[in-house]
């Protein structure tokens, strides 16, 4: 029997990062220092020695957008579930400018189609995309064997 949307969700949500990884590999190379990249080389920092992320684009501060993502300044929202991989990350964002948000005052929808049920209590961190990947950088380089 398949799982439903919910239970899938519920345990994807609620899974936790590995408390006693080894290294596997030497070295990992992401391409990209957006914030799939960056969460990416988050994961992958618990499995090697070492992780380098290569990047085109120059990192700019909080507020600067990267010329690869023309959308930056735009509105995005974020479950809170990031930070259990990017520790402080959500006081980080909220401390320079992001909003939290929920069901009471949130209506996600898409084409038409409610997106999360009113039944579901739910918060989401919202803020421009320039500021979720700089602090999501922030968190993934203090880490000693990426860069």
């Known amino acids: 029997m398949l799982d439903s949307a919910d239970s899938i969700f519920d345990r994807l949500v609620n899974a936790a990062p590995p ?17 799939a990249g960056l969460l990416a080389a988050q994961v992958l920092s618990d499995y090697t020695e070492r992780v380098v992320i290569i990047e085109r684009d120059e990192m700019g501060g909080p507020h600067c957008s990267r010329p690869g993502t023309p959308h930056a300044e735009q509105f995005h929202g974020l479950l809170p579930w990031t930070e259990r991989w990017l520790k402080g990350f959500t006081d980080d964002v909220l401390n320079k400018g992001a909003t939290i948000s929920g069901t009471e005052t949130t209506l996600t929808v898409m084409d038409g189609q409610r997106q999360a049920l009113s039944h579901r209590e739910y ?20 880490l000693p064997n990426v860069s």
């Open 123 to 142: 918060e989401i961190v919202c803020a421009t995309r320039s500021l979720f990947e700089s602090c999501a950088r922030t968190s993934v380089l203090r």
């Open 19 to 35: 408390t006693a990884a080894r290294a596997a590999f030497n070295t990992a190379c992401v391409l990209g220092g957006s914030i």
